[in-house]
């Protein structure tokens, strides 16, 4: 395959070095070191060439500290034929120093008319080309392959995961979120690249509230595109690649988000004023879990009896997470009221102090820029505790965290209407055991009156 690789590149006049293969770096968990190295190595590795068709070869490794865990996979771009395509020459072919294919003989000859060294003669007849593999598979440098691959080994990394904390996420690029950056050991920018990771924190603490007041997906996405990859582009068009200006452009979206956040709340708070009361007994009447004390007393038949009854559905395992749920989320709301009750708070301190002019306020002045101060630590340290109370409940956002909710809610409403109709055959079973029991007794009463 080496050999296959070095021919096409030279035949393709790329510069630079020929790629022979590529390769991949899969970290894992710590904890992972209990599996057994050689069971754990071929499981990763057979699932890539499950999935992808191609050769690999991988090691698993450990640094001396034991705090690095990871396998190395090298894989191939092309796959082995199954039978191998020769090509034979129907006429004499000439191929210079490069392996180049020559029309004519002549290109090949030097002054004093013999063959130069490292050009060859193919004669008629025999084989001039024999193919062992295809070609390189595109797949492998299409922009969208290594998110793919990290999210198959994110899923088989999962799968093995013996600690929830070990269970990893794949970033998405094109979701509401932004990506934070690592600060390597030693790195000149590395104040640069944390005061940037604030920044987009606080932009993702308030994608998470957003979530939690109700917010539609589509209108924080749109935020987003407006106020960030808009602004940055335009920004890269005037300035130039300016990577400082981009907290503030952040922060210009954090404030864009929050007044979204505030409309939605403000909607809601008004919604459920009008609505308190009967949104109170349809959420009683909903989550009510249903039993067989529901079905009248009447209808209930004797152990005696000998009555098949349906079998009542099996509760979804992920109705076991309903009452943790739904408490989390009744938690979150609570807490982002306090936030925006705080956040309205401010905002009336800040219309005072613009109305608060002349030399005699200036006391006043300094102590309403004080509130404001203090309430805004008491915001930003409130939020970073609501984005830490989901992480802490282990997701790793909100957008993780309400998918997962209505998963739950909707399992939830599957499994009431289940039970609603096996609670309906059960009382139409007992209705028509009691019909057919009445049958026979007026039945048996009848012979005894004839025998008399």
Not at 393 to 414: D, H, I, P, Q, W
Request: some cysteine; proline content about 2%.
């Amino acid at each position: 395959m080496a050999k296959c690789n070095q021919e096409s590149f030279v035949q393709s006049g790329s510069d630079g070095k020929c790629i022979e293969a590529r390769e991949l770096i899969i970290a894992l968990p710590e904890s992972f070191v209990h599996y057994d190295p050689e069971y754990l190595l071929k499981r990763f590795t057979d699932h890539f060439k499950q999935k992808y068709k191609v050769e690999c070869i991988s090691a698993l490794h450990h640094n001396k500290r034991k705090t690095n865990y990871h396998i190395h996979l090298i894989f191939a771009e092309r796959q082995l034929l199954d039978k191998p395509v020769e090509k034979i020459a129907t006429r004499n072919m000439f191929y210079d120093e490069m392996g180049k294919h020559r029309r004519t003989k002549k290109e090949i000859l030097d002054e004093a008319g013999n063959i130069r060294k490292r050009c060859r003669v193919v004669r008629k007849g025999e084989m001039y080309e024999r193919k062992l593999f295809t070609k390189k598979n595109e797949l492998f440098k299409a922009d969208g392959y290594l998110d793919e691959v990290k999210r198959v080994y994110t899923d088989l990394i999962n799968t093995f995961a013996i600690k929830e904390e070990d269970k990893l996420h794949v970033f998405e690029k094109n979701g509401m979120y932004l990506a934070t950056k690592k600060v390597g050991k030693n790195n000149p920018k590395a104040a640069e690249i944390e005061a940037d990771n604030k920044v987009r924190m606080q932009w993702n603490q308030t994608v998470d509230r957003a979530l939690i007041s109700g917010g539609a997906k589509k209108d924080i996405l749109d935020v987003k595109r407006e106020k960030i990859s808009e602004e940055v582009k335009h920004s890269i068009e005037i300035y130039g690649n300016r990577p400082f200006f981009l907290a503030d452009i952040i922060i210009l979206a954090i404030k864009a988000l929050e007044l979204l956040i505030s409309k939605v709340l403000l909607v809601a708070a008004k919604e459920v004023e009008k609505v308190v009361d009967v949104v109170h007994e349809k959420v009683v009447e909903n989550d009510a879990p249903i039993t067989e004390a529901e079905i009248k007393p009447e209808l209930k038949v004797q152990e005696s009896a000998q009555i098949q009854l349906p079998k009542k559905p099996e509760k979804p395992l992920l109705l076991s997470k309903y009452s943790a749920i739904m408490d989390l989320d009744a938690e979150l709301k609570r807490r982002n009221d306090e936030i925006f009750r705080v956040e309205r708070e401010r905002s009336n301190l800040e219309i005072e102090l613009s109305e608060c002019s002349g030399v005699f306020k200036q006391k006043r002045r300094k102590e309403l820029q004080e509130q404001i101060s203090i309430l805004d630590g008491k915001a930003e340290k409130m939020k970073a505790e609501l984005s830490r109370m989901i992480q802490d409940a282990g997701y790793a956002n909100a957008s993780e965290f309400y998918t997962e909710l209505f998963m739950v809610r909707e399992e939830k409403r599957k499994y009431d209407e289940a039970c609603k109709k096996w609670q309906q055959k059960c009382v139409e079973v007992k209705i028509e055991a009691q019909r057919n029991g009445t049958g026979k007794e007026q039945s048996r009463l009848s012979d005894i009156g004839r025998s008399i």
